[in-house]
């Protein structure tokens, strides 16, 4: 039993009493071969002492509560928010989903109690999206950790910290002083889940001057494939008062320089010629603007062709300010040109100085939003500003830029309709998911996610597989990680099933001969949720059924990614894994023979080695780890030391003193 350091008590606890909870003891049975009724049951005496710690009203107590499988940690904790709510007294238990992009659970315990004045208990989960998250990203979550101490007092509340065992065991060796702060610690037993399929959506493309239909997916960021998103709960930023710009922002716009600076370039020197020709004239304004935006459509051609050096990078960007420049206040030209010089700016993001310029691809179509009354050209601009605010939400402030996103999205549809223009009108829809996904991620994420749903859904009708089969498979695979991530809130099974139908269509045109690395991506995708599915029924035949079927999902994603050169999507570790995870489960089917058995946790093993060695420099090593002593103790259990001494002859030699400790 660990011994708890000792509650900062608002109040004496009476001689003799028990100051802290005591921590339940996990097991090495996996919870895999029991049903969730009897883990709810294994795990009840723990579950009953948390409910007994938050509901003595001490102050200022931070309690850890630990689970490595997923769906049971959110089963239990909405049942803790219903049994507190349900006390006598009855207590508030706030839910919060740890921001995985600035996680920093003070800051976002302080938002809260600043808008909705009361000081509840706050349970903060999402730990275990860090592990996706860079390496500055965990320290720097480990290190508001390390400070937590100086502004927790002050917030006057307790804190319910859920995580799984690989965060547990970082937190105590690199944050020590949150350690010593802690109260009490609660491990329930669990295995652990597979990672999430990839769930990021296709990040939205901005629209030249011409609006064109989003990009398919295989031309975009690898890392940002897939999309789900719900409608907002708040009211529309209005665009009057969201989108004004400032003088200042005006004057960033253009750089004054009334000369184009001498580069040597054959096909645009005679260009530059004619402009210092111009210049030593003292031609109008409007010619001059004109000359400058013929230079700069050459530089943005050469772009747009592969030519994505620095140089030509500045040189476009310098020569479109020079458009501004000279361009007559009254030309209607200018919206365009505002756009154009955005779309720069939210290219160049893309490889340099990212917030730097999605700022200034901001601030230029907010102005140009001033600039037109046009509704295919306002809509061209509202598409392609929430694009710039949704990728700005990567790097800052991530749930007040995907609002103004989703808000430019709708204002988009609102000059965008399906009839006049329904490749468009679709397009933008994917995006608003794509928007209403990533916001779910930060908060009020089971009504972000029906939005994300309703938003994909809706474009779907307006995509053909016959014409337009990619896109069509993209939105379907959008669509099933949708109800896949809705169905870890309400009705899983409901859910799932959904999920499933969804992947399949995909994959009715994501073929591993059409589009590969998608195949793959969907592949995985299915298998997790497959997975899911299985552990949601109680049904022995159906849960085989629903296990193999992940197997086999899994198998494919492996065997297509295994022979492509390309960068994939998805984590193939991951995968690796979760197709371990897969099998040993198949493995303690008591319908399997003694054989089959014995396979099944011989391919277990090897995947979880697989993702091992695939890990060795990731957080996610010890996940693998775990895994592997979990087969481990389970084919000792199934054959004896026979089997354990052939399944120690496939381990690396390596690995051997680390594992033979924990054995």
């Known amino acids: 039993m660990r011994i708890l350091n000792r509650p900062d008590l608002d109040r004496p606890i009476p001689k003799g009493s028990i100051s802290v909870i005591c921590v339940a003891l996990m097991i090495a049975l996996p919870v895999a071969e029991i049903p969730f009724r009897r883990v709810l049951g294994l795990n009840q005496q723990t579950y009953q002492r948390l409910k007994l710690a938050l509901g003595l009203q001490l102050r200022r107590q931070v309690f850890v509560a630990v689970c490595d499988d997923l769906v049971l940690r959110d089963r239990l904790a909405a ?63 480990l290190t508001n950790l390390q400070t937590f101490d100086r502004a927790f007092g002050s917030l006057e509340c307790n804190l319910l910290l859920w995580m799984p065992q ?88 253009a750089i004054l320089p009334t000369k184009q600076r001498q ?59 020079q458009v501004l420049v000279w361009l007559p206040e009254t030309a209607p030209q200018w919206a365009d040109v505002l756009n154009d010089l955005g779309n720069l700016h939210w290219g160049r993001s893309r490889s340099s100085d990212p917030v730097f310029h999605l700022q200034q691809a901001i601030e230029l179509y907010e102005l140009a939003l001033y600039k037109t009354d046009q509704p295919q050209t306002l809509a061209m601009l ?83 597989p016959e014409q337009d089969s990619l896109n069509y498979a993209m939105i379907q695979n959008n669509l099933g990680t949708a109800y896949w991530n809705i169905a870890q809130y309400e009705r899983p099974q409901d859910w799932l099933r959904l999920a499933l139908s969804s992947y399949a269509q995909a994959l009715r045109y994501r073929t591993a001969t059409a589009a590969p690395a998608a195949f793959a991506a969907t592949q995985s995708n299915l298998g997790t949720a497959c997975w899911h599915l299985a552990n949601c029924t109680d049904d022995p035949e159906m849960q085989r059924s629903y296990l193999q079927r992940a197997v086999a999902a899994y198998e494919a994603a ?51 080695l697989q993702a091992l060695q695939g890990w060795q420099t990731s957080p996610l090593r010890q996940t693998a780890l775990d895994s592997v002593l979990q087969t481990m103790r389970a084919i000792y259990e199934q054959g004896g030391i026979f089997a354990t001494n052939q399944a120690f002859a496939k381990i690396p030699a390596n690995l051997l003193p680390e594992l033979l400790p924990q054995l």
């Open 79 to 141: 049942q803790l928010q219903t049994d507190l709510a349900a006390g006598d007294p009855p207590m508030r238990l706030v839910t919060l989903r740890l921001n995985a992009t600035q996680p920093n659970p003070i800051a976002q315990m302080s938002d809260w109690i600043e808008q909705a004045r009361e000081r509840p208990i706050f349970q903060i989960v999402g730990v275990e999206q860090l592990t996706r998250q860079p390496a500055a990203v965990q320290r720097q979550f």
């Open 382 to 464: 509202q598409n392609n500003l929430g694009a710039a605010y949704a990728d700005l939400a990567r790097y800052e402030n991530p749930a007040e830029a995907l609002q103004n996103a989703i808000a430019a999205y709708q204002q988009a549809l609102q000059n965008r309709s399906s009839q006049s223009d329904p490749q468009r009108y679709a397009s933008t829809q994917n995006n608003l998911g794509t928007a209403h996904w990533n916001l779910a991620q930060h908060q009020q994420p089971l009504e972000n996610l029906r939005g994300a749903i309703a938003a994909y859904s809706e474009a779907l009708h307006f995509y053909r």
């Open 166 to 253: 690989p965060w547990f065991r970082s937190i105590r060796q690199s944050a020590p002083d949150f350690w010593q702060l802690h109260t009490g610690v609660f491990e329930f037993v669990g295995d652990p889940t597979p990672l999430q399929p990839v769930v990021e959506p296709i990040r939205p493309i901005a629209e030249r001057s011409e609006p064109n239909l989003d990009t398919p997916e295989s031309d975009f960021d690898p890392e940002a494939i897939f999309v789900t998103a719900p409608l907002p709960d708040r009211k529309l930023i209005e665009p009057a008062a969201a989108l004004m710009p400032t003088e200042d922002r005006s004057s960033k716009i």
């Open 558 to 608: 492996i065997d297509t990614a295994s022979q492509l050169d390309s960068a994939l999507s998805f984590d193939i570790f991951a995968t690796q894994n979760n197709l371990g995870l897969a099998y040993h489960q198949l493995a303690i089917d008591p319908q399997e023979t003694a054989d089959d058995r014995s396979a099944q946790l011989e391919r277990s093993l090897h995947h979880h």
């Open 263 to 321: 580069i040597v370039d054959p096909i645009a020197q005679p260009l530059i010629d004619r402009i210092e020709q111009l210049h030593q004239q003292q031609a109008p304004a409007e010619t001059l603007s004109e000359a400058y935006r013929s230079l700069a459509n050459l530089y943005r051609d050469r772009i747009d062709q592969g030519d994505a050096s620095d140089k030509t990078w500045q040189r476009s960007i310098e020569t479109y300010e």
